[in-house]
């Protein structure tokens, strides 16, 4: 079955500190899609990255970091020196097949503390 | 702005009363989608449209109802038959050729009392 684990329920941080958020994924699909969303104290959620599995590459943007490995079935989340505004709920997700319907984690609190 | 519209943010009800939510979009977006986000549950698909007059159920339709008479439109009746509606309600949309890129709307928080 295609499932999105997210182990870690609620993460506290000094800022300036790094932080990485798991997220391990099952698919039947051979070709796929893997995202991250964030979910500030507003409440909508906010599309931050999506990778394609044939792209293996980590990917960088500003403090925010993705490593995708395929082997361990891992699509974890990083945010260097990390900041107040960061705090928010993330989120992985996968889509069902090829489509548009997302299978989301039960996602992770970032508390980023001043 | 472009973007999606929920109303309203906060809604009280009554048990046994149907309420329906409010998802509006203007960016042009095919796929609408509802989900329903429960503490430690993540988010859960309700149903989801991806043309207008047309729509499936996702993974915990029972309770609800939708409809897709105009392409930005696409409310959400959670009726009496929902054994536990109390939950944050969230709308989102996208274009049919951009696979799990949504854009949310700010969420509905449903209490029932």
């Known amino acids: 079955a295609q499932k999105v684990t997210q182990a870690q329920t609620e993460i506290s941080v000094v800022e300036k500190e790094d932080v990485t958020l798991d997220c391990v994924y099952e698919t039947r699909d051979t070709t796929y899609y893997l995202f991250w969303y964030k979910q500030p104290p507003s409440g909508e959620l906010v599309f931050l990255i999506r990778?394609?599995?044939?792209?293996?590459q980590n990917e960088i943007s500003g403090r925010y970091s993705w490593n995708f490995q395929k082997s361990t079935s891992s699509f974890n989340f990083t945010i260097t020196a990390s900041q107040v505004v960061d705090s928010a709920v993330y989120f992985c997700a996968h889509p069902r097949g090829n489509t548009d319907k997302l299978i989301f984690g039960t996602g992770t609190r970032l508390q980023v503390f001043p | 702005d472009g973007g999606i519209t929920q109303s309203p943010k906060y809604l009280f009800r009554k048990e046994g009363q149907n309420v329906t939510l409010s998802c509006e979009q203007n960016l042009n977006h095919d796929a609408m989608y509802w989900y329903r986000q429960d503490p430690g549950q993540g988010l859960r698909l309700i149903y989801y449209s991806q043309i207008v007059n047309d729509f499936q159920k996702g993974d915990i339709a029972e309770g609800y109802s939708v409809s897709r008479e105009k392409k930005e439109s696409f409310p959400l009746t959670v009726t009496s038959a929902q054994k536990n509606p109390t939950a944050f309600y969230l709308c989102a949309s996208s274009m049919r050729e951009q696979t799990g890129e949504l854009f949310f709307g700010e969420g509905s928080r449903l209490t029932v009392l």
């Open positions: 990778r394609n599995s044939f792209d293996e």
